[in-house]
């Protein structure tokens, strides 16, 4: 139990188009999930929050309109890289929590399989 | 500020070997401690975890040992398999909240039969 799925797993774009990338529990609902990313032989860098049903609470240096974030429900959330640039290529990975009262929430933290986004 | 070094990798080791990836860490106050595995083309899985100084954390076989005098969460193995091939990530926690986590960079363990 407790999978957390991205998709895609690989996603090749042209400078200034935008990109969606999707986050989904499986098997769980999740009420906050996570959005991070990571640069060749850099650390995962926590982006944002995201919250079901709020606006995601981004972390400093991040720019809200250009990585727009929704979680519209309990084991979905999508991260859209607008006007996407060469410097957006990177590794987004995201992880889920899962809902109060329910069995996935142990307080620990499940991951997707990373999304890797390549901007020519 | 808070942050994880770990070795770099990749870590290359024939099978039973003894694992070492040593993690060090820089904060303010008291974090919990943790090691997460990602396998290939998987996401990352909590492998073990300390939430104060001299506890141990084990999985599978892994260890872990809060140190808070040298600051350091090591991980060890006695004798690694060929499925313990993965990226490690050293990571911690701050602010009493489980998403403020801080990784570090990650090491490649590749372990050859």
């Known amino acids: 139990g407790a999978v957390v799925s991205q998709h895609p797993s690989r996603v090749i774009c042209k400078s200034g188009t935008s990109v969606k990338i999707e986050c989904r529990s499986l098997?769980?609902?999740?009420?906050?999930m996570f959005w991070y990313r990571q640069f060749p032989k850099q650390s995962l860098m926590l982006m944002a929050t995201?919250?079901?049903?709020?606006?995601?609470?981004?972390e400093q240096g991040v720019e809200k309109d250009k990585f727009l974030i929704n979680h519209a429900s309990l084991t979905l959330s999508t991260l859209t890289v607008t006007s996407a640039h060469p410097e957006d290529s990177s590794f987004y990975i995201c992880?889920?929590?899962?809902?109060?009262?329910?069995?996935?929430?142990?307080?620990?933290?499940?991951f997707g399989e990373g999304s890797r986004l390549t901007v020519l | 500020g808070n942050s994880v070094t770990q070795m770099e990798g990749p870590v290359t080791l024939s099978e039973e070997a003894f694992l070492t990836i040593n993690c060090t860490y820089t904060?303010?106050?008291?974090?919990?401690l943790f090691w997460y595995v990602q396998y290939p083309g998987e996401g990352l899985q909590l492998l073990l975890k300390?939430?104060?100084?001299?506890d141990k954390g084990s999985n599978k076989g892994f260890e872990a040992t809060y140190r808070k005098e040298t600051t350091s969460f090591h991980l060890e193995k006695g004798s690694v398999q060929v499925s313990d091939s993965a990226v490690y990530f050293c990571?911690?926690?701050?602010?009493?909240?489980?998403?403020?986590?801080?990784f570090g960079t990650g090491t490649l363990l590749a372990v050859q039969p």
């Open positions: 992880s889920a929590r899962g809902a109060r009262g329910t069995s996935a929430n142990t307080g620990e933290l499940f």
């Open positions: 098997d769980f609902q999740a009420t906050t």
């Open positions: 995201s919250n079901e049903g709020s606006k995601a609470t981004y």
């Open positions: 904060a303010t106050g008291y974090p919990s």
């Open positions: 300390a939430t104060k100084a001299d």
């Open positions: 990571a911690l926690n701050y602010g009493g909240a489980t998403n403020k986590l801080i």
